[in-house]
């Protein structure tokens, strides 16, 4: 049985609950972290010593970080088109994996979502905020060009890049920010908003965090 660790309203669990769902893969979740504590349970430190969520045990192989653990699930679990047994094709949602963790989600979760959203305005850095608001219209309409022929990132059909980038949409679209005007991308996420696993994992209200640092 698969067992995954986290809370629900953490943006990087939200990916692998959307991902498992999509695959029908029967699972345990047990909420870890935040308000439910848990992180520094010798159990939780044994199977991640850096003591973050999500974490998985699928019949005694633990996997953490989110990436990770997409990979790992596709591969084991792959179909519907989120693995095959292509490097081509395998490579090409890894480097959008990849981009979505060292460019996107600095700039949106860290930059907006924390910078601009979850810190006390007396305590925000405007001009950290404004460039990371910038940089986010950027990557997002990078998305929105690559859209113009397809339904999905890379292609038209759901796939591990999706999952990444299609997780920060909810919070994105639901800010109080400056955002380009991007059809696309309006398209691709009503999209989304019809999937039942997007739906029930990803579309999580987050007004409870606004102005929070803690959780």
């Not at 959203?117 to 460039?131: G, I, M, Q, S």
Request: a negative charge; hydrophobic letters at 40%; aromatic letters at 12%.
């Amino acid at each position: 049985m698969l067992t995954i660790w986290g809370r629900k309203s953490s943006f990087n669990l939200q990916k692998v609950m959307w991902l498992v769902d999509e695959l029908n893969v029967p699972h345990d979740h047990i909420q870890v972290g935040g308000s439910f504590g848990g992180l520094d349970a010798p159990t939780f430190r044994a199977m991640n010593p850096h003591g973050k969520v999500p974490v998985i045990d699928d019949d005694n192989t633990v996997v953490w970080e989110s990436h990770a653990i997409l990979r790992y699930l596709a591969t084991r679990y792959g179909r519907n088109g989120f693995r095959r047994d292509d490097a081509a094709y395998a490579a090409n949602d890894d480097q959008w994996l990849d981009w979505q963790a060292t460019r996107l989600q600095p700039d949106f979760l860290m930059g907006v979502f924390w910078g601009f959203y979850r810190t006390p305005a007396p305590k925000r850095d405007p001009l950290a905020v404004a460039r990371s608001i910038a940089a986010c219209s950027q990557h997002f309409t990078l998305i929105d060009g690559m859209l113009d022929s397809t339904s999905c990132v890379l292609g038209d059909e759901l796939r591990l890049a999706d999952i990444s980038i299609g997780t920060c949409l909810y919070r994105y679209l639901n800010l109080d920010i400056e955002r380009p005007r991007l059809p696309n991308l309006d398209r691709y996420y009503a999209a989304l908003c019809e999937r039942l696993a997007y739906r029930q994992h990803v579309m999580i209200p987050f007004d409870d965090l606004f102005g929070r640092l803690d959780f």
